[in-house]
C-alpha cells in the first residue's frame, strides 16, 4: 500500500472505547499477529477476503476497500463537532495500523492539521524505526500487551513479545502520554500468577498503569463467515466484577489496574 491509499475495513463513528470522549475509529487491514481471540479475524490478512452474507451463507462480499487520505480525512471530519464538544478524535486501530505505515503517517498528519486529537491502537509489533516515527506523530498511543512470557506470547499470537516490548519501553521513555492495556484471556494470560508476572514486566519499565480488557465473544461469528476455525469456543466470556482480585493483585504490586 502507498501514503496515499490505505485498506481499511470499517469506518466506526460514535466510539466511546478507543481512547477519550467521542471518537472515530478507522480499521485498518494487516496484522503481524495472529491472537486466538481476535475479535477482528479478517484483520489479519491485508488482502481483500470474501466473507459470507450472514443471512445469504452462499453470497460472498469483499471484507474491506481502499480509501484514498482525503477519503478518510473528510468522513472523520463531518464529526468534529463532537469530538470538540466531548474532548474526542479519530483512533486508528485494526488489524494493526502500523503495517500500512505510509498511509497511517500521512492520515496522522493531516487530520492533526486540521486541529484533530489522534490516537492508535496498536501491538508495538513493528520495526522500531516504523513505532517511532509514529509514536512522534500521533497524541495517544494506546498499546496492548497480550503476555508477559515469552514462549507463551508466540503460542497464543504467533509471535514473540520481544520486538513489541522494546518498542514500549521507548514509549514509556519517551515521557509522552500513553495508555498500556491488557486483554484478559481465560487459559491465556487470567491468573492471579500471570497478574504478578505482568507487574514484574512492566514496573521496571516505567508503567504504573493499565487498563485491563475483558475477554469477550463479539467477533466469534466472523470465523464462521470466514470459514475459519475459532480456537476459543466455548470459552465463557469475563466481566468486570470478575476481575476484582486480579484488579488487587497489580494493585499490589505497585501498579494501578482498572477496567
Not at 45 to 58: N, Y
Not at 71 to 84: A, K
Amino acid at each position: 500500500m502507498t501514503e496515499d491509499v490505505g485498506r481499511i475495513f470499517d469506518i466506526q463513528k460514535f466510539s466511546l472505547h478507543d481512547g477519550p470522549g467521542i471518537r472515530t475509529v478507522v480499521f485498518l487491514k494487516g496484522c503481524p499477529m495472529a491472537c486466538a481471540w481476535c475479535s477482528n479475524p479478517g484483520s489479519q490478512k491485508l488482502r481483500v477476503l470474501e466473507i459470507a452474507d450472514g443471512v445469504h451463507p452462499q453470497v460472498f462480499a469483499p471484507d474491506s476497500r481502499d480509501y484514498s487520505v482525503d477519503e478518510v480525512v473528510q468522513t472523520c471530519l463531518q464529526d468534529l463537532p463532537f469530538y470538540e464538544e466531548s474532548g474526542g478524535g479519530v483512533t486508528l486501530s485494526g488489524g494493526e495500523a502500523m503495517v500500512q505505515h505510509r498511509f497511517a503517517s500521512r492520515l496522522l498528519n493531516e487530520l492533526r492539521s486540521r486541529g484533530v486529537h489522534t490516537a492508535i491502537e496498536t501491538t508495538a509489533y513493528a520495526p522500531p524505526a516504523v513505532f517511532e516515527r509514529i509514536l512522534g506523530e500521533v497524541d495517544l498511543p494506546i498499546i496492548d500487551v497480550k503476555h508477559w512470557d515469552r514462549a507463551q506470547h508466540k503460542r497464543w499470537t504467533g509471535v514473540d513479545n520481544r520486538l513489541p516490548l522494546r518498542n514500549l519501553t521507548t514509549a514509556v521513555a519517551g515521557g509522552g502520554e500513553l495508555l498500556v492495556r491488557i486483554p484478559v484471556i481465560p487459559r491465556v494470560n487470567d491468573s492471579l500468577d500471570d497478574a504478578v508476572e505482568f507487574c514484574r514486566l512492566l514496573a521496571p519499565i516505567g508503567v504504573r498503569d493499565v487498563q485491563l480488557l475483558p475477554f469477550h465473544q463479539f467477533g466469534e461469528r466472523k470465523y464462521e463467515l470466514l470459514g475459519w476455525d475459532y480456537r476459543m469456543v466455548g470459552v465463557a466470556p469475563l466481566h468486570e466484577e470478575d476481575l476484582e482480585r486480579y484488579v488487587s493483585t497489580f494493585r499490589e504490586h505497585g501498579v494501578r489496574a482498572y477496567v
